[in-house]
């Protein structure tokens, strides 16, 4: 018996975990080493239904709880981050925004394509000035006639590329702050289109592309090479008012409160790399032979090995309980942080003590736990650093603690003073 899953859920990681033995783990390594995006189990993962596993029935995704959609990320990590981030940056960060501010207009019109992956999304936030200060965007918005002209750029974009269909960040009052940052909702073609037409996926040519918008070179990234990753650029973009997301000046906010999402699916993917890590590493010693015996049956291994299981199961617990809380509509936003801190964290701390366990033949591409290392340490950056988390952290554990000393009457007034007579 498990205190969050039930039997819909164990057959869901079930199915999505033999995806990945035998769609994901045989080319994992190739698409590592070409960074090519994986168009096939793309389209793949589409017909599973896995881009819209917590949007709802009649918006054409599975209508699963988001501890679903979290297995689905967990899972798909333990094989390759690559294949994890492209449902969980097109879920949390391209699809959930319009699911959660759109108008019915909205929904009806950008939804289903999303929800059923037939194109892909994203979210673009991060600007070369505007990282973890994200409420420095420089990206502006100028009110005309009939919409809004947007200039300017965006990096590291998940998806800007291949995707079709993004939320974006944009200045509409520069003397408000972050008060004066709305978002839009913005379309562009797929940079590949032949690759698109040979598979039959991942393009829609009814969708309303804004002239202007544009991705910029692939990024060679150290991990997650598989991820098409570029900057998204706006040059004289007309976008209609009609696709503005939610109120002028409420950007920021709404923005926020995905990124609270997104951080528990970060942390769903930093579980799967150290998961995935552990369990190449235990197969490894218990078939490898050093002194006449398994390395396995050293003390020393088994006390890393020990450790990295306890702290798995521990980062496990961490997550579940912030999907869980979410799915039931209670504050979650701190309980986010924790799990996106302590889990990206231990993706390091476990694929390096895996490449330490396995020596030599972890070191190499033989194994995928040098990918996976690589792989691990953008979850300490992405969706908001280590050092950002612990400010989120920080500032929750405050709030609350002045809370309670509101709420609850001094220490003087509560005690009876000494030697006082009761009846």
Request: charged share 25%; glycine share 10%.
């Amino acid at each position: 018996m498990h205190r969050y899953l039930n039997s819909d859920h164990v057959a869901l990681q079930a199915r999505v975990r033999r995806f990945g033995e035998n769609a994901i783990a045989p080319v994992a390594r190739e698409l590592d080493e070409t960074a090519e995006f994986p168009w096939e189990n793309a389209k793949l993962m589409a017909e599973m239904g896995l881009f819209g596993v917590p949007v709802p029935k009649e918006l054409g995704g599975l209508g699963l709880d988001y501890l679903s959609y979290i297995l689905v990320v967990e899972e798909l990590a333990k094989f390759d981050a690559s294949h994890s981030i492209t449902v969980s940056a097109h879920t949390t960060l391209g699809t959930s925004p319009i699911v959660a501010f759109g108008t019915e207009d909205q929904k009806r019109e950008f939804i289903p394509p999303l929800a059923s992956g037939e194109v892909l999304g994203g979210f673009g936030l991060t600007e070369p000035g505007a990282g973890s200060d994200s409420g420095s965007t420089r990206t502006r918005a100028v009110r005309e006639a009939g919409g809004y002209r947007l200039n300017g750029s965006k990096i590291f974009i998940t998806h800007a590329g291949v995707g079709e269909i993004f939320v974006a960040t944009a200045v509409t009052d520069p003397d408000m702050g972050r008060r004066g940052i709305s978002s839009f909702i913005v379309c562009k073609p797929t940079v590949d289109l032949a690759r698109a037409e040979a598979v039959g996926w991942g393009h829609r040519p009814d969708l309303p592309f804004s002239q202007g918008l544009s991705a910029g070179e692939q990024e060679d990234k150290m991990g997650w090479r598989a991820s098409d990753t570029r900057e998204l650029l706006f040059s004289d973009v007309l976008v209609p008012v009609e696709q503005r997301l939610g109120e002028e000046g409420l950007g920021f906010i709404n923005f926020m409160k995905t990124l609270d999402a997104g951080r528990i699916g970060v942390a769903a993917l930093s579980l799967g790399l150290a998961d995935g890590a552990f369990q190449t590493a235990l197969r490894y010693v218990n078939q490898r032979q050093q002194f006449g015996r398994k390395v396995w049956e050293f003390q020393q291994v088994q006390f890393r090995l020990s450790d990295m299981a306890t702290e798995i199961e521990a980062g496990r617990h961490l997550v579940y309980h912030a999907a869980w809380l979410k799915d039931r509509g209670a504050a979650f936003s701190k309980e986010a942080a924790m799990a996106k801190l302590y889990c990206s964290e231990l993706a390091m701390r476990a694929t390096l003590g895996a490449i330490q366990v396995m020596g030599g033949a972890g070191y190499t591409s033989d194994y995928p736990v040098e990918r996976m290392m690589r792989d691990a340490k953008i979850c300490e950056i992405g969706e908001g650093t280590s050092e950002i988390q612990r400010l989120v952290i920080g500032r929750h554990i405050v709030a609350e603690l002045m809370t309670d000393r509101i709420e609850e009457p001094s220490l003087a007034s509560s005690r009876e003073p000494v030697g006082a007579e009761t009846d």
